[in-house]
């Protein structure tokens, strides 16, 4: 089984910037699917950004201009550079990895909070 193991977070202010990193047990980033997720409390999660195997990034309309995704293949770590930040970004953010053979696996990692306050 994958592990991921995701980091970076914090206590920020509103406009500052923080950077995720979300580091995996194996040779596994390179070729594969990989996201950033969120959730705050009582809300459903969220997909904020994702990369494809390919290295073309993709961005939801609330974090587009903001975030910007990137992976070190070398490192076997997913980054996510998220600038101007605001209150609404608080959330705890999840790494997810979906392998592009079958059966397509995905996995998750257990999370890393992000605080921003106003």
């Known amino acids: 089984q994958v592990q991921l193991v995701e980091s970076g977070g914090g206590l920020v202010q509103a406009g500052g910037s923080l950077r995720l990193s979300c580091a995996a047990s194996?040779?596994?980033?390179?070729?594969?699917?990989m996201a950033w997720y969120r959730q705050a409390p009582g809300d459903r999660r969220e997909l904020v950004a994702a990369i494809t195997g390919g290295g073309r990034p993709n961005y939801s309309d609330s974090v587009k201009g903001r975030f910007t995704i990137s992976r070190d293949n070398a490192k076997n770590t997913v980054y996510l550079q998220m600038n101007s930040l605001k209150p609404e970004d608080t959330g705890v953010y999840y790494c997810?990895?979906?392998?592009?053979?079958?059966?397509?696996?995905?996995?998750w990692g257990q999370g890393t909070q992000v605080t921003v306050s106003v």
């Open positions: 997810n990895l979906r392998l592009q053979t079958p059966p397509f696996y995905g996995y």
């Open positions: 194996a040779n596994i980033v390179s070729g594969n699917y």
